[in-house]
């Protein structure tokens, strides 16, 4: 089936928050955010901004009528600045104005008086001092300590990577519009309809049941909306709370990327042991992770990283330790992953460095420690494994030999130019890390014309999961999508929603789906079998009508709904799922966190200019393990996307902050995302098709986030070229692998780019 959204999209007709018709009186806000990373705010002076053209008014901490507090996991985030402020971007006062230009404009009026106080940017020096937004948390299984000195082979290192700007095409927004007796609506731009929900509940003091939150579509969420869409909402909120007008906010993208949290740089130490054989017998890992000045949502994310920190491999004795640090960036988010990619890097650059030191290919390794069923992970889950089947399938279509060949052979022929080639497995555990969070409603009405309405607590953010919704009516009922419609989610339809997050929506939410429509679809057969005289056991629904033993009837679907309606038969319900069998210990850290998990494996190959350091990814082969996909073109786009953005992560995307905590690439001119010109030449995608019985919906696998961590692949495998350019190379695991940074490998000692950075740092 055909994206549902595609007609709109493709016409420029689809409704996103900036799309929604402004109600007469609208004011326009916008945020003055700190110009300093730490220090304490002495004094506010807003009486020049208020002065200005235009202004209706200006808010600060001071007018908050609920409490100053927008924090989820730990309450440790005011939404306005008090008396002290923890990063550049923080917000201290809200311009409310008749246009969004004149807003802006009184913003420069502003005058704040900020005694500076000292910045930490980097973990490490925040865990030093004790800096830490939760206490360290540790995954283990076996004994790795003992286990080392039983080892062949030992080695160590350390890796970074960097953080990621989400780049939502649409940035984040909200409008607020009064209601009566004091109730508000909200139009947010959100994945988590009932954490804005609860956000706006908290600031203004107001009960959840008077406050409706709307979403109709977003323009790209991967996290950066999980819960960092609270923040404008609950200001747009707050301001129609004080003066009963509609309120619209909706950042330009300068103050999104300066303002909002990104994916969490982390810096890791490692420490690998492997016998003779090449298994993989201990590893160790210390991570820091970069929170920023508050916990957001950093807690699960360090969570999900000790879930990943041994990929897809079966490794018998594991410590990993997490440390989540507080420092004055922005606080850190929810991005595609979710952790799981950054505990991922370190295995494998663990990996790497051990084929370094043996002088292999680090295939080699990968390929003999690959889960296999039953296989039991640090954190205690028996896994059903498809690593081998997605790895051999990839090895087999892809012709590995082959490849390798073509690329030493054009390696030989070649000075200037050199390939690399990595090999990226990846296997991501599907369901929230917070078991409660694993649960969804819809909400299903059929209309006396037959045609149907469907609400969940699904987010559409351009993932086609209100296809897949609409998918699930469709094969439920045996009809037409075209009379179906997927509404808005709102929380006056459903209630308490978990964020459209996880890569579980479909999952959760199409389950749900399914659920409420069995029940309507149940009762239609029973009045079918009344009907027809017959029993409900010899009914189905097919072809929009009823079937008796396999044979169509006369009573089509509209008859059949009508018949209901008049014998006064409910065509309305409400569905609810929780996924079953998940639970996890906290205290053991043990546990069945995941429904399932999602394999894949990628072969990715680049083409080194050695003399400028430019690159070029030449194509990403990839077997995924897709499931049974209920939309295979849906699912491809997400594969396609993941890969992407992966890469960018991986290759050019370079968040720079400077030691004061300024954010230096705050614009598309100074942080480079990929565009069809850096993606990868060639990408084939193979479906690893499975009929195996998992908790997916109708068996398609999830699909949103497992993709992102292909683009691992292409610094191994850029990497790699490095050392068939200069063998006497060791090159830093310290991701991104700019241009720039390539350059300085090619040539330097591996940590000139080191030390150039932090002469650059320190003339900021
Ligand atoms: N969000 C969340 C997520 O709250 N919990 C999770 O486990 C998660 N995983 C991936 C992406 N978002
Ligand atoms: Mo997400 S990182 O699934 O919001």
Redesign the pocket.
Known sequence: MKNIDSYTHTRGESIYLDDIPVLYGTLYAACFDSPVAHGKLINIDTTAAAACDGVFRVLTYKDIIGENQIGGIIQDEPLFADHEVHFCGMPIALVLAETGEAARHALKKIKVEIEPLPVITNPREAAAKGELIVPPRTFKIGDSAAVFADCDYVFNGCCDTNGQEHLYIETQGAYAVPLENGAIKIYSSTQGPTAVQRAVSKVTGLPMHNIEIDVTRLGGGF?GK?DQANIWAAMCALATQITRRPVKYSLTRMEDMRMTGKRHPYSSDFKIGLSKELKILAFETTIFQNAGAAAD?SP?VLE?SLFHCTNTYFIPNVTATAYSCRTHLPPNT?FR??GGPQGMFVIEAAIAKAADELGIDAWQIQQKNLLQSGDELPYGQKVVSEANECWNKAFDLYDMESIKKNVDDFNAKHSLHKKGIAVMPICFGIS???TL?NQARALVHVYTDGSVVVSTGAVEMGQGVNTKIAQVVAQTFAINPAMIKVNSTNTYRIANTS?S???ATADLNGKATLIACTAIADRLKSIAATELNVSVNDITLKDECVFLNGNKTELGWNKLVLAAYNKRISLSEHGHYATPDIYFDKKTEKGHPFAYHVYGTAITEVTVDCLRGIYEIDSVKLVHDFGSSMNPLIDLGQIEGGLVQGIGWMTMEEIVYDVNGQLKSNALSTYKVPDIYSAPKDIRIEFLQTQKDNLAIFRSKAVG?PPLMYGIGAFFALRNAIKNFNSAVKPLFDSPMTPEKMLMNLYGNASAFREINAIQAAAH
């Open positions: 996290g999980e949502l699960a999900r929810a992953g979710f929230f890390t917070n969070m964020p997050a996880a890569s986030e």
